[in-house]
Nanobody
Framework: QVRLVESGGGLVQAGASLRLSCAAS????????MGWYRQAPGKQRESVAV???????NYEDSVKGRFTISRDNAKNTVYLQMSSLKPEDTAVYYC????????????????WGQGTQVTVSS
């Protein structure tokens, strides 16, 4: 019922910037928290940045000061502005969202995007 569509990944040099976008579509009441996760080869998926419906943000330590998460509630879209990219940022980046769906009862379900590759070369 809900689809998260990501865009913005690519191959860049160290020090460059990328902006990832994730738009939610489908049938739902509202979107609660949204976040970006990443999974590097041979590593577990980790949370990169999370933003609540009220705009409160939380970042993984290694990206603090370099990445900025934001959202446009009118567009049902979350962004991840990535600056000063490092080779260790190379990973598949996934969008995630807690979405309130249905009525009577209302239910919150978690959804994942398909992932987008970010590769940072030295």
């Amino acid at each position: 019922q809900v689809r998260l569509v990501e865009s913005g990944g690519g191959l860049v040099q160290a020090g460059a910037s990328l902006r990832l976008s994730c738009a939610a579509s489908g049938s739902f009441r509202s979107i609660n928290a949204m976040g970006w996760y990443r999974q590097a080869p041979g590593k577990q998926r980790e949370s990169v940045a999370v933003i609540t419906s009220g705009g409160t943000t939380n970042y993984e330590d290694s990206v603090k000061g370099r990445f900025t998460i934001s959202r446009d509630n009118a567009k049902n879209t979350v962004y991840l502005q990535m600056s000063s990219l490092k080779p260790e940022d190379t990973a598949v980046y996934y969008c995630n969202a807690d979405v309130s769906v249905g009525y009577f009862p209302a239910t919150v379900k978690n959804f994942w995007g398909q992932g987008t590759q970010v590769t940072v070369s030295s």
